[in-house]
């Protein structure tokens, strides 16, 4: 298939292979202690575990999940907060199907759904929007989730709203930023980075200028990455090229997708809608600053949060949960105590086993077997 298949490519894989070994000879910290990549985004620990690359790479390369999937990040309190309002008397509840399962402190929204809350999956907020439309007798909230990549399509249809007049329609605004996420790893004590993957979407939207304090102030490369197996590839030996030449700058390996000026109305439309808030919480990473956005007084109208009474609580995770020290990259999801037996994805305690981007998702879906099928087990099927 064009556009993919040459990004897929077996022998090119095996001559980025190559190169990732050629550099890692030139790195003298690799000779010490591994070197750790975080890779931000969801979509890379995806592609990573799909592809098999994590097994690829040389084992002095040890990959850290980054926090970038934003289900994942959703704290159980701002879950309570969705199955409040969807259970609010007259209110259409429209989502994207990602949160659905998200564990709440009394239930998800799907189980909300079940009991007889009207919660619909929508596609995008247009989709809520046109629900709007149909049902002017009734309340339609959308609830607003993700990164840069997601906002500009919330700020576009509020502006949408405003335009056609529609009184109905609301954002419940859970949407957050990646540069003060990026800025809070790099301040925590616990991280020893030596580089960055960074994400290709979002990057889309902000362009590759954003990142460059990351180079500046903390001296670590970044390289923005898409998310076939020869991206990745080919990113991780640009970053490993950067650390064995002692460069920290920001390159951009997804030039094909991401411009260096980002999209120009995608960011006039969200800055237009959304002003930074000062504090949002995180899944087990606490409050981080600046990390959130809000609608802006001049589209108050169009917050749930301002035209609704919510509980707004802050709910602890679950004790056995270790989801915080994941996000982290602390521990590897295998290492969390109830990885696979408490939560899976059936069953899942954590939200990182819910979104196809999460980490213990991933981990379960794709790496579960390989790290525990016996050696005498993967001979026989070697054989077979
Ligand atoms: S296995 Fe479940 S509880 Fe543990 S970190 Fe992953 S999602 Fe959280």
Redesign the pocket.
């Known amino acids: 298939m064009k556009y993919v298949d040459e990004f897929r490519d077996p022998a090119k894989a095996r001559y980025l292979l190559g190169e990732i070994n050629r550099q890692i000879e030139q790195i003298a910290t690799c000779q010490v202690r591994p070197l750790q990549l975080m890779e931000v985004c969801g979509g890379h620990t995806h592609a990573l575990f799909k592809y098999g690359i994590e097994t690829l790479l040389p084992e002095v390369i040890e990959l850290v999940h980054g926090p970038g999937c934003p289900v994942?990040v959703l704290p159980m309190g701002r879950v309570d907060d969705c199955v409040a309002l969807a259970e609010q008397g007259g209110v259409i509840f429209t989502t994207f199907g990602d949160p659905m399962r998200v564990p709440g402190s009394r239930k998800s929204l799907a189980q909300a759904k079940a009991e007889g809350a009207d919660i619909r999956m929508v596609y995008s907020p247009l989709d809520a929007l046109k629900l709007a439309r149909q049902h002017p007798e009734r309340e339609v909230v959308f609830f607003g989730l993700g990164f840069e990549t997601t906002i500009p399509s919330t700020a576009f249809t509020v502006l949408q709203a405003e335009r056609e007049g529609i009184n109905n329609f609301s954002v419940f605004c859970n949407h957050i930023t990646i540069i003060p996420t990026i800025k809070a790893i790099l301040d925590s004590p616990d991280m020893q980075l030596d580089g960055f993957l960074g994400p290709g979407h979002v990057s889309m939207v902000i362009g590759t200028r954003p990142y460059g304090f990351i180079a500046e102030r903390y001296h670590k490369p970044v390289v923005i990455a898409g998310f076939e197996p020869l991206d990745v590839l080919q990113a991780v030996a640009m970053v490993l090229r950067q650390i064995a030449k002692r460069r920290a700058e920001v390159e951009n390996q997804y030039g094909r997708v991401v411009p260096q000026e980002g999209n120009r109305a995608a960011l006039t439309a969200l800055s237009q809608v959304f002003e930074v808030r000062e504090y949002f919480e995180w899944r087990?990473l606490g409050s981080i600053d600046y990390s959130g956005v809000r609608l802006r007084q001049r589209y108050a109208r169009y917050d749930a949060e301002r035209r609704f009474s919510l509980p707004n609580l802050k709910i602890a995770?679950?004790k056995?949960?270790?989801?915080g020290?994941?996000l982290k990259g602390i521990?590897k999801?295998r290492e969390?105590?109830?990885?696979?037996t408490?939560?899976t994805p059936e069953t899942?305690?954590?939200?990182?086993?819910?979104s196809s981007e999460?980490?213990?998702?991933a981990y379960?879906r794709f790496g579960r077997l390989q790290q525990q099928t016996p050696a005498h087990s993967r001979e026989t099927m070697d054989q077979a």
Do not use: T
């Open positions: 994942c087990g995770d679950p056995a949960c270790q989801c020290e994941v521990l999801p969390c105590k109830v990885f696979g408490a939560c899942p305690l954590g939200a990182l086993m819910v999460g980490a213990c998702a379960y």
